[in-house]
């Protein structure tokens, strides 16, 4: 989430501003399509998984079991995050790195299974929903939290496109990596992501579908900013 002071809830008498949700599996390169996108528009942008991984993060530094529901969804509610200066903090203390830790991800994809967590992020997302327009980057941005989006996209890629992009980003930042190791990753972190019981990873019924397997960035940004204008 990069608006860079925290939202406040809108009470205006005019309509909703626009928002164009971008859902899909991890490393299809939503994140990336989603922030240019809101640049190009002028809009505000929202990362959803960050503040699963900031529950996740927060739970492990507190020694709170992932599984305890009750405790998960108690710190998801009064997660103290803010998102300023390019960086993301827990209280004072800057996280923008530790987030993105492989082990935060799973811990991430642990705690979102959990109903009592998504229902405590609930208001804290939709509150993003601010003038000019908001575009909103997730698993159920177009399904649970903005049904009501105009424009909605399902970006995906196959799961070997996938770790290979996310093989490539670990080896330029100087990690070690193992492609089989990623794409059974991918593979399982998908079937957990696609198969539980609330907000399962899936396509909102007016969503446009967009493969990006063999497409770069620039022409996925171009893509969602088409299907934006065709729909406002
Ligand atoms: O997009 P990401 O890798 O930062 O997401 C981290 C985890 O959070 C991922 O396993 C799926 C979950 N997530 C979710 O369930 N719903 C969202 N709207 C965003 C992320």
Same mark, same amino acid.
């Given at each position: 989430?990069?608006?860079?002071?925290?939202?406040?809830?809108?009470? +205006?008498?005019? @309509?909703?501003? @626009?928002?164009?949700?971008?859902?899909? @599996? +991890?490393?299809?390169?939503?994140?990336?399509?989603? !922030?240019?996108?809101?640049?190009?528009?002028?809009?505000?942008?929202?990362?959803?998984?960050?503040?699963?991984?900031?529950?996740? #993060?927060?739970?492990?530094?507190?020694?709170?079991?992932?599984?305890? !529901?009750?405790?998960?969804?108690? #710190?998801?509610? !009064?997660?103290?995050?803010?998102?300023?200066?390019?960086?993301?903090?827990?209280? =004072?203390?800057?996280?923008?790195?530790?987030?993105?830790?492989?082990?935060?991800?799973?811990?991430?994809?642990?705690?979102?299974?959990?109903?009592?967590?998504?229902?405590?992020?609930?208001?804290?997302?939709?509150?993003?929903?601010?003038?000019?327009?908001?575009?909103?980057?997730?698993? =159920?941005?177009?399904?649970?939290?903005?049904?009501?989006? @105009?424009?909605?996209?399902?970006?995906?890629?196959?799961? !070997?496109?996938?770790?290979?992009?996310?093989?490539?980003?670990?080896?330029?930042?100087?990690?070690?990596?193992?492609?089989?190791?990623?794409?059974?990753?991918?593979?399982?972190?998908?079937?957990?992501?696609?198969?539980?019981?609330?907000?399962?990873?899936?396509?909102?019924?007016?969503? #446009? #579908?967009?493969?990006?397997?063999?497409? =770069?960035?620039? +022409?996925?940004?171009?893509?969602?900013?088409?299907?934006?204008?065709?729909?406002?």
């Amino acid at each position: 989430m990069t608006s860079d002071s925290p939202p406040t809830v809108s009470r +205006s008498p005019f @309509p909703a501003s @626009p928002v164009i949700t971008i859902d899909g @599996p +991890s490393a299809s390169g939503k994140g990336t399509v989603a !922030e240019r996108v809101a640049r190009a528009l002028g809009f505000h942008f929202l990362d959803s998984g960050a503040l699963y991984r900031l529950t996740a #993060l927060s739970a492990m530094k507190a020694g709170v079991a992932l599984d305890d !529901e009750t405790s998960v969804a108690r #710190l998801a509610a !009064e997660l103290p995050a803010s998102f300023h200066d390019g960086a993301v903090w827990l209280v =004072d203390e800057n996280v923008t790195a530790a987030i993105r830790a492989e082990a935060v991800g799973a811990g991430a994809s642990q705690v979102a299974a959990l109903p009592a967590v998504r229902d405590a992020l609930l208001g804290r997302q939709r509150a993003y929903r601010q003038p000019p327009g908001l575009v909103a980057d997730g698993r =159920d941005m177009g399904t649970v939290i903005f049904p009501d989006a @105009p424009a909605k996209v399902f970006l995906t890629a196959s799961a !070997e496109a996938r770790a290979e992009r996310r093989y490539k980003q670990l080896i330029e930042k100087g990690n070690s990596a193992n492609l089989t190791d990623l794409v059974a990753d991918m593979q399982a972190r998908d079937a957990r992501d696609t198969s539980r019981a609330v907000a399962p990873l899936r396509p909102a019924p007016d969503a #446009l #579908l967009l493969d990006t397997t063999h497409m =770069d960035i620039d +022409s996925a940004v171009q893509a969602v900013l088409a299907h934006y204008r065709s729909r406002s």
